[in-house]
C-alpha cells in the first residue's frame, strides 16, 4: 500500500566524510493516503538508518512534506542555466576543435582525477562545504552501460588528436526539453572558454540519440547545465540568450546532533584555530525551544553535550532551523532576518558565525 527504499548518502563535509541514509521513492496508493501509512516506514527506516551508523538523512522532492517527519531544507541543490538550440554558437567551417566520447574503464583514473578538481573549485572565495564522494567502482557502474535511467552518463571531452582533455556527465534518459549536463570539467592546461562552444555542440548532438522518459516528451529544445551553483561555465553563456533555474535545496535530518556535531568537531576546530579565537575556551548553549546543545570549547578543542534548553542561552533557533546554518544554505544574519526567534549576541554571535559560516556546497547526484 505504501513504500519507500533506503540508499546510502555519502557526504563529505568539508573534508571529514559522513555515512547518511537517503529514503527514495516515497510512494502509496492514492486510496490509503492521509492514513499515516508513510509516517510509520519513516519511524522505521530512520530507526534502520541510525542503526547503521548514519549520522544524517537526507532526500530531496515536495515542497514542506518532509518537514513533518524531522527534515529541514539545509543544502543547496542544483542550480541550472538552460541554453536554447538557438543560441549555440554555430559551427566553424572546418573540424570542430573538441569533441566528446563515451568514458571508457581506461579512462577512471582521468575521470577520478578529473571530478576530484571539479568539487575543490571555490565560490565567492569559499571551497564547497558539503560534496560527494565518487570511487572506482561507481564510475565502473556508470561506465558499465547500465539500463538504468539515473542518474548520468559519463564522456570524455576530446581534442582533434583524440586526447582527453576533460570530462562532463550527461543523462541517460532525457525527460525534459533540455539536454542535462551533469558535471563538466577539464584539465587545468585547457581553457574552458576554448572548449565551451564546441562542447554545447555535442552535447545537442549527443542528444538527438539518447531515450526520452515517454512519448510525451518534446524534441530537444536546448542544453540544460545543471553544474550547482557558481559554476565558471555559467559565465561564459551569460551573454547568450537563456534561462536561470535558481537553485532548491536538500531536505536533511539529524536526529542526533549532539553525536553529529562530534562527527564535524575536527572541522569546527579548524575553523576556530584560523580565527581569532584560536585557542578559544567557553561555553556555547542553543535553545531549540523544545530542547538544546552544549559546545564545549576548551583552548580551541570542541565536545558536544545535551543541554535542555532553559532561560540562559547563547543562542536560539527554531526546532531544526538551525541544521540550515551547519549545512550552509544560510548566514546566521539571514536567519535572524527571517525569524524572529532566532537570536545570538556579541560574542557568542562572532563564534557561531566562525563555526558555522555560509557556504555553498555542490552534491554529484549519485542515485
Keep these: 500500500m505504501a513504500a519507500t527504499i533506503l540508499m546510502r548518502m555519502n557526504m563529505e563535509y568539508a573534508g571529514t566524510y559522513l555515512c547518511g541514509g537517503r529514503p527514495e521513492i516515497v510512494a502509496s496508493y492514492s486510496e490509503v493516503r492521509n492514513r499515516g501509512y508513510i509516517r510509520k516506514i519513516f519511524a522505521?527506516?530512520?530507526?534502520?538508518?541510525?542503526?547503521?551508523?548514519d549520522v544524517f538523512q537526507g532526500i530531496t522532492g515536495i515542497p514542506y512534506y518532509y518537514k513533518q517527519f524531522g527534515y529541514e531544507y539545509a543544502l543547496t541543490l542544483g542550480g541550472s542555466i538552460s541554453v536554447p538550440a538557438s543560441a549555440i554558437p554555430v559551427a566553424p567551417m572546418d573540424e570542430d576543435p573538441f569533441s566528446i566520447r563515451p568514458a571508457q574503464y581506461d579512462d577512471i583514473m582521468q575521470l577520478q582525477m578529473l571530478y576530484e578538481r571539479e568539487r575543490s573549485r571555490m565560490h565567492e572565495r569559499l571551497p564547497m562545504l558539503a560534496t560527494s564522494r565518487i570511487d572506482a567502482s561507481y564510475w565502473r557502474w556508470a561506465i558499465s552501460g547500465s539500463q538504468s535511467h539515473e542518474p548520468w552518463k559519463p564522456y570524455m571531452i576530446i581534442d582533434r588528436m583524440g586526447e582527453v582533455v576533460g570530462s562532463v556527465g550527461l543523462a541517460r534518459v532525457r525527460g525534459i526539453d533540455d539536454m542535462s549536463m551533469m558535471f563538466c570539467n577539464t584539465e587545468p592546461h585547457i581553457r574552458l572558454a576554448d572548449v565551451y562552444a564546441s562542447l554545447l555542440r555535442a552535447v545537442f548532438a549527443t542528444a538527438q540519440h539518447v531515450p526520452t522518459w515517454d512519448s510525451r516528451t518534446k524534441s530537444c529544445t536546448g542544453v540544460r547545465l545543471v553544474l550547482g551553483v557558481g559554476h565558471p561555465f555559467y559565465a561564459l553563456v551569460a551573454q547568450m540568450p537563456h534561462v536561470a533555474h535558481p537553485p532548491y535545496a536538500w531536505y536533511i535530518r539529524v536526529a542526533d546532533l549532539v553525536s553529529f556535531m562530534g562527527s564535524i568537531s575536527a572541522v569546527l576546530e579548524k575553523r576556530l584555530s584560523q580565527s581569532v579565537y584560536a585557542g578559544y575556551t567557553g561555553t556555547l548553549l542553543f535553545d531549540f525551544y523544545r530542547g538544546g546543545l552544549q559546545l564545549s570549547i576548551q583552548n580551541g578543542r570542541i565536545s558536544a553535550q545535551p543541554w535542555p534548553g532553559t532561560p540562559g542561552a547563547h543562542a536560539a533557533y527554531p526546532p531544526n532551523v538551525f541544521l540550515q546554518q551547519v549545512f550552509g544554505i544560510h548566514s546566521r544574519q539571514e536567519l535572524a532576518q527571517a525569524y524572529m526567534d532566532?537570536?545570538?549576541?556579541?560574542?557568542?554571535?562572532?563564534?557561531?558565525?566562525?563555526?558555522?559560516?555560509?557556504?555553498?556546497?555542490?552534491?554529484?547526484p549519485l542515485d
Design 44 to 53: 522505521l527506516i530512520h530507526a534502520r538508518s541510525e542503526a547503521r551508523g
Design 342 to 364: 532566532v537570536r545570538a549576541n556579541g560574542e557568542h554571535a562572532q563564534l557561531l558565525d566562525i563555526l558555522f559560516p555560509k557556504q555553498t556546497s555542490w552534491l554529484a
